[in-house]
């Protein structure tokens, strides 16, 4: 994970260096970008959650600093939109689940797992307007002028791509009382699709994953699938492999809840917490989540099962 003495050390420098010329501001930026870029990867070796949540928290402000004085830096902008999207699903959501016998906190958590996601998807969408000024104006637009966008975007632009709509997604899964929101699901639809055309294993098949959560959090009248649902998660599973257990979580949450299926669910809850602390040493705070997210689910398997 980045050192914070570090780059709180280059924040300062790039404030100072504001009043003395681009050159030293530039040096300084991009020595923010590499701690940035390479610390992501030892952000998600992480194992202790506490740990990762206080120093993703820190470095995500951080972030935005250096976004002041860089506001045009494609990488700052890919890792603000991945980081506030990571952070919000691991740490935020992650609350609602834990104190879901109180309406109010878990209000107050909504309400800041939408905002964080918005930021998510805004740092992305001027990530993508920097690429590709046709697919912003496009987002406004009807669905095939959207689609045809869509088109023109190659492979490297998976990233911000997905992470766009990762948080555009999560923005509008925590404001359902918000209609002129959910009237951009659409959007969010054919962005994970050209993903998966695209890059179909990118990021551990997460648009496979989403998805799955998508076709099995709703009913069959809202647009529910527990069949499609259970088609994109097994296919995580066979593009992730065995050392990611982000598709088992799934499978339990939203899916065999859906369907209603109380073995699946213990079965790949406990397939989870019994998976070894260095299943992927590379991902270990992936895991971690996962397995968090897990023992807090069978704690209420009375309550989600009739």
């Not at 009807?142 to 632009?157: K, Q, V, W």
């Not at 998966?196 to 099995?216: N, R, S």
């Not at 009913?219 to 599973?237: F, I, N, Q, T």
Request: aromatic share 8%.
């Amino acid at each position: 994970m980045p050192s914070l003495r570090s780059l709180v050390t280059l924040a300062m420098m790039t404030i100072l260096a504001s009043g003395c010329g681009p050159v030293l501001k530039q040096v300084t930026v991009a020595s923010a970008t590499e701690i940035f870029r390479d610390g992501m990867a030892a952000f998600y070796r992480e194992e202790d959650l506490i740990l990762a949540e206080q120093a993703l928290a820190s470095n995500l402000k951080l972030l935005e600093v250096f976004l002041e004085a860089s506001p045009d830096n494609p990488d700052l902008l890919l890792q603000a939109s991945q980081g506030f999207g990571a952070y919000t699903f691991a740490f935020v959501e992650d609350k609602i689940t834990r104190h879901h016998r109180d309406p109010h906190r878990i209000e107050v958590h909504r309400e800041r797992a939408r905002r964080l996601y918005l930021r998510g998807r805004e740092y992305g969408l001027r990530l993508l307007a920097l690429r590709h000024n046709a697919l912003a104006a496009s987002l406004n637009a009807d669905l095939p002028a959207l689609r045809t966008s869509l088109a023109r975007l190659r492979r490297e632009d998976v990233p911000a791509l997905f992470w766009t709509a990762y948080g555009w997604a999560g923005s509008i899964h925590w404001s359902l009382d918000r209609p002129e929101m959910l009237a951009d699901l659409p959007r969010v639809l054919v962005m994970m699709d050209r993903v998966l055309e695209l890059d179909e294993p990118y990021f551990f098949a997460g648009a496979h994953l989403f998805f799955g959560a998508y076709y099995a959090s709703r009913s069959r009248a809202l647009g529910g699938d527990p069949e499609r649902a259970r088609l994109h998660l097994d296919r995580v599973l066979e593009l992730a492999g065995p050392t990611i257990l982000m598709g088992r979580l799934f499978l339990a949450d939203p899916y065999a809840i859906q369907v209603q299926d109380r073995t699946l669910f213990e079965t790949q809850l406990r397939l989870i917490l019994d998976a070894p602390e260095d299943l992927s040493p590379d991902y270990r705070l992936l895991n971690q989540v996962a397995k968090a997210r897990a023992r807090l689910l069978l704690e209420r398997i009375d309550e989600l099962f009739l």
